[in-house]
């Protein structure tokens, strides 16, 4: 970071509090919570892709000692509303439990209450289902066709979503342009699976009426949907934020889990444990990520330079949706990457099929676009013979251009990526690193170079809502803080969500620290519940940093102004003459005179005969922030301000590949990262280091593999495979500051960082490898034994031509 | 995933071990955990009893006896990476045991319990094998000894009859004099199940010539197994690159490899032939070294 | 099933049945949570303890098997109340963590190679770690934080264990 720092807790390298309670073993997880007389529920799950349900016989569970209950789902149906869903789909209800059809391999059928987890599961092996299998269908593709076995019957077709989008002139571009190329790419079924599986815990008081839930939770609006989902209003749900969650990244939406269990809490009058074991989490617990087939026509010139693309982007979402297709808008609003691409055409095809349910993943549909964008600059260079640095930095929106208003109308706030992209070309030694490729080929290696550019639409305002259904016209998204100082001085802040590690504690207290001038250290945050918490959309989107940064900030700003307001009236001087510093009030025209934080917490606690009139007692203030662009709804033309602000990042990685036994090798990794003001460099770097981590898996070890048979052949930790401290490489970083103009320190959002950009560019590092043989890889991940296959078979077709 | 219920014994020798095995069809030997703790939380096996032989003091040991290292089934896999007999005298064993797992498994994991699990892609399976190694295994009062190759008889399946218990296991032990290892497998993730694994045992003459090669693939198929064409064609040779290779591809065109999620078939043919070059080069280069850990 | 098990230098008495795995039974019988549950098949490794002070997976291991051994989790680690361990107090530094699940896993495994090795390698640090998984740091903070305590572990006049 170039010149003074203007900040003196923002941006200086502070411990996160939040690991003090977790490396002695202190976390709050939802399991570690325990009730008395509480009971805990097993799965009974469908072993069909679709069946029938035909009969239930809970008869023999229920006999066995400790068995409680057998819940199925006709009976859960009667007593709650569907699940919401994002689409306005109503011929595709979802609930907890499966009524009368299972619609994938794992889905829920009946749950078992019994006194422990292990009673619960040896009863629900008695449950006896009679199911009457049904034709299904796994293929995305295959599930467009006329002949396909529909999901659900009554919507009449597999497609949950089919909307085309055209900003400019896209038609015009393509004919005026003198190069055309198109590809196809897959991103395979993945996600970011938790080491901790979802848990959630009910208890509810029908004297006092209210339904208390701690849950392993990171969920907009989540006791809004358990409160609708259940019929009672939402003041009769407490929902308890001070649970920390064992990671999520999007995944932990457990709604069904939660009516399920909270649905057994009423009915039995005793508190309900789920604690999904890990099968239940693979199969059953809808967490699956984006599948995506992606169908790319781009037009360019002689340059290099793109001027158009056409996208088709179809997803596999499972047997059901609730807030997953959205995962096809968010990426409009960054559709065109880092890119001057003029105009664009995007389709967004979500298709039902008998598999797991998708749910909201890291970035929330923006990193398979990124891969998908990504591959477009590769090809260009490709067909060019230009090196594909120098592609992006001619497609590059340059530093003075912004903001940057891109064609489905999201104004990008600021940027630098030239600089980005040169610092880490800089630091990787892009030259050297040219240089060593040619000298591991020389050795017989298959080596290659990767590199990726691309966004991290950061601030949530997700307003791909209303974009992908024109019956949700919501443009309010949330934040908020409170900050009261008490009569011995002491600062306490509230944060009115739970966290999965993002150290959003440490994030209020640097903000609420940097405003007030006092030490971060000294200011408590603490997490109402849900009935004591002001408005909160949860940390989703990447907007943390921006919207409780904000919230608090607007806050301390708030407490702030009025310690100056008591200050000034009690010495009888205008307002404006009056100078804060560290807590402390004074005149400005004669420092002597001036009130501490001492004497202004007193007075405002105590000595209502010295505050200014009509000021209330006490120091409380508190900030309900609004998304600082964006709150307007859609063109009939479908452009919007998706999210407020715009980070950067540039991958840069050297691999090898063996060529016989087909196993890539990272041997440096170098990662360019602007997301504006940093508000804590160890929480960044560490959002960057783990997003790469989880782009590793997705490119290359993780998926969700089905056979022909409908049955998730990868459901345990032997064969889902996620990367070990083996399989992630050491990282550089190279950091670059582009503050955001809409953001009250100039901070932009990094919780996706990383993620964002790595599969695309560890995608584009193997093609590189691949090149001499003249092959490529074109879905994800890329399996050892498949690339293996692919070298081989290249290697015995030139070995064919030469002899 | 809780196990089904069971009821625990921990008897004293393997004797009461093998009797309350005899009494119920249903009762199963644990020694380590590390292979059947997760098929029993998955209830995959559904023992009815579990017989607890991991604390028999008399089942732990590595020792050397009639010119073989004898190891006991429930010596734990790290004690026997750490025990000095077993380095100097099985040094393919030592090579190929990092392998096996995590450190943390293998603290708990037994030699025996592996063997008796007979997993295709198991470390220990493709080193018995390869060294013709002879278990040994207690059953109705009488012993039995069997040699590696009889003993793995299918994918995961062994001539151990559902009353017996493994008890010892018996390496031939080399003599250190030019003698190499070589072992390498091949997996998504270090110490996942390998997709393929080669291991190498070899002695060389004092022209540096072939005088014995022991060579096994493992992970391909549902049991591991020797390739003695390829030592018969090595005999009284130069180890070199140029002609281990088609001796190995050949040796291997009958095979028919498994293929799965993992891995396809060709692929783990394609890779056993790799993994088998690399190993014998290692093993020879480490046996002109001097040094059988060498490399 | 009555069993004696050795816990952070205490003995405990439970009786719990056969199946019920030394892991639960640390959680859900003797009340101590920081060791977490992730897979129950052996292979992330968040259920780790130190059993005579090596790291094994509690998950693995009934608790009627597990007697007569020092059993040590988490809460055995820091050397009093407010207080943490050199290794714990590693991992603050570099922010070796982020959610928290997987982390009394790695310290106990951290403190197990470095009772071991108190001068590991990069690579011997990565090994040790290998049957940790972690899903939010991308393990080179981890792995920083290990370091660092080592470098600070050798600067102590007394070796600080903690099984």
Known sequence: ?803 | MKSAPFDYHRPSDIDEACAILAADGDARIIAGGQSLVPMMAMRLVRPTQLVDIGRIPSLSYVRAHAGMIAIGATTRQCAVERDALARAHVPLLCKALPWIGHAATRARGTIGGSLAHADPAAELVLVAITLDAKLVYRAGGATTEISASDFFTGLMTTALPSHGCLAAIHFPASDGGNVGVGFHEINARRSDFAFASAAAQIVLDDDETCRSLALGIGAVTEVPFRLDAVAARLQGRRIEESTLRPAIRDALGDVAPMSDLHASADYRRRAATTLAVRAVMDAAASARGGNPHAH | MPTDLTVNGKRCHVDVEPRTTLLDCLRDTLGLTGTHMGCEHGICGACTVLIDGVPVRSCLMFAVQADGYAITTIEGVAPGPGELSVVQDAFCETHGMQCGYCTPAMILTAHALLAANPAPTREDIVDAISGNICRCTGYVQIVEAIALAAERLRGVNRPIEVA
């Not at chain 1, 949860?538 to 700003?557: D, E, K, Y």
């Not at chain 1, 505050?611 to 709150?631: F, I």
């Not at chain 1, 033309?637 to 715009?646: A, E, L, N, T, W």
């Open chain 1, 1 to 803: 970071m170039a010149g003074a720092q203007p900040f003196q807790y923002v941006s200086s390298d502070r411990r996160v509090r939040e690991d003090r309670r977790f490396v002695v073993g202190q976390g709050h997880f939802a399991a570690d919570i325990v009730l008395p007389d509480m009971k805990h529920v097993a799965l009974v799950t469908s072993p069909h892709p679709a069946a029938r349900i035909v009969s239930i016989d809970k008869s023999a569970a229920l006999a066995m000692p400790g068995v409680h209950y057998a819940l199925d789902g006709r009976e859960l149906a009667t007593a709650s509303l569907p699940l919401m869903a994002g689409l306005d789909t109503p011929n595709v209800p979802r609930r907890p439990l499966a009524v009368d059809v299972a619609r994938y391999s794992g889905e829920w059928v009946a749950a078992v209450v019994a006194d422990t987890r292990a009673l619960a599961e040896d009863a629900a092996e008695q449950v006896v289902v009679n199911y009457e299998p049904l034709p299904h269908v796994l293929d995305a593709e295959a599930a467009l066709l006329p002949e396909s076995p529909l999901v659900h019957a009554a919507h009449g077709s597999n497609v949950l979503l089919d909307r085309t989008f055209v900003w400019g002139d896209v038609e015009e571009d393509f004919a005026a342009s003198p190069h055309r190329l198109s590809y196809r790419v897959k991103w395979g079924r993945s996600a970011t699976v938790p080491i901790e599986t979802f848990s959630v815990i009910a208890s509810f008081d029908p004297w006092r009426e209210l339904l208390d839930v701690w849950a392993s939770i990171q969920m907009p609006k989540f006791q809004d949907q358990l409160a609708i989902a259940l019929k009672m209003p939402a003041s009769a749900v407490r929902v308890h934020y001070d649970v920390d969650v064992g990671g999520s990244y999007g995944v932990k939406r457990g709604i069904k889990h939660t009516v399920l269990v909270a649905y057994l809490a009423k009915r039995l009058g005793v508190p309900i444990r789920l604690l999904e074991d890990r099968l239940e989490n693979m199969r059953g617990g809808d967490a699956h990520g984006p599948e995506r087939v992606f169908d790319v026509d781009i037009a360019f010139d002689a340059s290099g330079l793109i001027r158009s693309m056409k996208m088709r982007a179809l997803d596999n979402v499972g047997a059901y949706a609730g807030r997953s297709p959205f995962q096809l808008g968010k990426p409009i609003g960054a559709i065109v990457g880092p890119y001057r691409i003029q105009s664009v055409q995007y389709r967004a095809m979500a298709v039902t099929t008998n598999k797991t349910v998708q749910e909201a993943v890291r970035a929330f549909g923006q990193s398979p676009t990124n891969y998908a964008i990504e591959r477009a600059i590769e090809e260009v260079a490709a067909a060019l013979s230009l090196d594909p640095v120098e592609v992006r930095r001619r497609n590059f929106i340059r530093a003075e251009e912004f903001p940057y208003t891109i064609p489905s109308g999201s104004t990008y706030d600021s940027g630098d990526y030239h600089a980005v992209i040169d610092k880490t070309l800089a630091h990787g030694d892009y030259a050297a690193l040219r240089a060593e490729q040619a000298r591991l080929r020389a050795q017989g290696l298959l080596a290659g170079i990767g590199i990726a550019t691309c966004l991290e639409p950061s601030g949530g305002n997700s307003a791909f809502e209303p974009l992908l259904n024109p019956k949700n016209t919501t443009t309010t998204w949330m934040e908020s803080c409170r900050i009261s100082v008490d009569l011995t001085g002491s600062v306490t802040a509230t944060m009115h969500t739970t966290s999965a590690g993002q150290g959003h504690e440490t994030l209020v207290a640097t903000v609420v620290g940097e405003v007030l001038e006092i030490d971060p250290d000294h200011i408590r945050v603490v997490r109402p519940d849900s009935l004591s918490s002001m408005p909160s959309n949860s940390p989703v989107g990447s907007r943390m940093a921006i919207m409780l940064g904000g919230a608090a900030f607007h806050a301390a700003q708030k407490l702030k102004a009025k310690l100056v307001a008591i200050a000034a009236h009690d010495l009888a001087i205008a307002v404006g003459a009056a100078s804060y510093r560290a807590g402390d009030v004074s005149d400005s025209a004669d420092p002597q005179r001036r009130r501490s934080w001492q004497d202004l917490v007193v007075i405002a606690h105590r000595h209502f005969h010295r505050l200014p009139p009509d000021m209330e007692p006490g120091l409380s203030v508190s900030h309900v922030m609004q998304v600082p662009t964006g709150g307007t709804l859609p063109t009939p033309d479908g452009r919007v301000q998706m999210y407020p602000c715009f980070s950067f990042e540039c991958h840069l990685i050297l691999l090898t590949i063996d060529p016989e036994l087909g196993k890539p090798r990272i041997l440096r990794y170098v990662v360019g990262h602007d997301c504006g003001t940093v508000i804590n460099p160890k929480i960044v770097r560490g959002m960057t280091l783990g997003g790469i981590a989880h782009g590793i898996g997705a490119a290359l070890l993780e998926e969700f593999a089905y056979n022909d048979d409908g049955q998730l052949i990868a459901q345990s930790f032997m064969d889902y495979l996620l990367p070990s401290s083996h399989e992630v490489p050491a990282i550089e970083i190279v950091h670059h500051v582009t503050p955001s103009p809409h953001t009250v320190l100039g901070q932009k959002g990094s919780g996706e960082s990383g993620y964002l950009g790595a599969p695309a560019a560890i995608a584009n590092g193997i093609n590189d490898a691949l090149r001499p043989l003249g092959i490529q890889v074109n879905s994800l991940p890329i399996t050892i034994s498949a690339l293996g296959d692919r070298i081989a078979e290249a290697q015995q077709k030139r070995a064919t031509r030469s002899a």
